[in-house]
């Protein structure tokens, strides 16, 4: 097993502006003959379940069912290496909190048909493309908001408790930890795009260290939302991908030729002092320096190289997705692009 389990940040209606894209996204490919059938593994019913039978016994279970998840879970997620499994388990059961956060996510997801139809197509997609890929297990669990979808050695996990949905009374209690505008986004309808973002982040695309200017940023991050449009469901909304309210989607919609405006007057396409790009890139309420009273989106880097890999791949339709992805080159995007959007 790997020394540590990657945690990443929690990083979101369908209105395609050129024609072009609506084609894409209606002549999917036939992934029907790819054989696939993802169910999710329900740890945390069989945890919760543990209760009755004994930590001897629910320990030596759960080890052998879950194995890598299990440690993952009482060494990294809940507990650290301090403590034995036996000793957490006695813990989280003692705990109304856990007792509590169980209760409601299991009567939010009393069972996950929807979304083990969605990853299958999600990730029938993804091996359409990528053929060598390996599908992981995907296992079901809450940590009390630790983690949302880590990745171990075989496994995807699905924080339930950080899917509940925008008005879950737990969300209120830990606003000084996790901000409403995340929060707000913890909704079952996040799970497979947040699942396909990470997988993608994580096992294909992972960040380049050389990577440092702002416009390789854009790119960057702009193609892995270009990839989650190839292998989401269609009717996925572009707001949900991003992390978006509709108010922000709209928003950029809108001012997307000023956006750009002022990356250029500003010339940040090539800054690479990391506090600075950030602004452009990081989750936040808003970004500072554009939009009166507060109302701009956030990450809008993120947001332009998404539209500017959208007009790349609207350019040049010769270019493959695999083509796409490999390609580190972020100027001759840019410039093949044509990307200048109207004020």
Same mark, same amino acid.
């Given at each position: 097993m790997t020394d540590n389990v990657k945690h990443p940040q929690i990083y979101l209606i369908? %209105?395609? *502006? %050129?024609?072009f894209f609506s084609c894409k996204q209606g002549?999917?490919? /036939? *992934?029907?003959?790819?054989r696939l059938d993802i169910k999710i593994e329900r740890f945390d019913k069989d945890l919760f379940a543990g209760k009755q039978k004994g930590i001897p016994q629910t320990d030596a279970f759960l080890q052998k069912k879950y194995t890598a998840f299990y440690d993952d879970y009482t060494h990294r997620m809940v507990g650290d290496q301090? $403590?034995?499994? +036996? +000793?957490?388990l006695s813990t989280l059961y003692k705990d109304q909190a856990y007792a509590d956060l169980n209760h409601e996510a299991d009567s939010v997801f009393k069972q996950m048909e929807p979304q083990e139809k969605a990853l299958t197509e999600t990730f029938k997609y993804i091996k359409y493309y990528y053929p060598k890929i390996r599908v992981p297990r995907f296992i079901a669990f809450i940590s009390g908001f630790a983690v949302q979808t880590p990745i171990g050695d075989d496994y995807m996990g699905i924080g339930l408790d950080m899917f509940l949905g925008k008005n879950s009374k737990f969300y209120r209690a830990i606003v000084k930890s996790v901000p409403l505008y995340l929060s707000a986004r913890f909704r079952p309808e996040y799970i497979v795009p947040r699942i396909a973002e990470t997988y993608a982040r994580e096992e294909l695309f992972p960040q380049r260290d050389e990577n440092h200017s702002l416009l390789a940023k854009m790119v960057e991050n702009g193609k892995i939302l270009y990839f989650m449009d190839q292998v989401l469901d269609g009717q996925t909304p572009d707001a949900v991908k991003i992390g978006y309210t509709e108010k922000q989607l709209t928003w950029c919609k809108t001012y997307e030729g000023s956006i750009w405006a002022y990356l250029m007057e500003n010339n940040l396409l090539f800054e690479t /002092?990391?506090?600075?790009?950030?602004? $452009? %890139?990081?989750?936040a309420p808003f970004t500072p320096g554009l939009g009166e009273k507060n109302e701009s989106a956030p990450k809008l880097g993120v947001w332009i190289g998404w539209q500017m890999v959208r007009k790349y791949m609207g350019e040049n339709p010769k270019v493959t997705l695999q083509e796409l992805m490999a390609d580190q080159d972020a100027q001759k995007i840019l410039t093949a692009a044509k990307y200048k959007p109207k004020m």
């Open positions: 369908f %209105l395609c *502006v %050129l024609t002549n999917k490919p /036939d *992934v029907s003959n790819i301090t $403590y034995s499994n +036996a +000793a957490i /002092d990391f506090q600075k790009i950030q602004m $452009y %890139l990081s989750e």
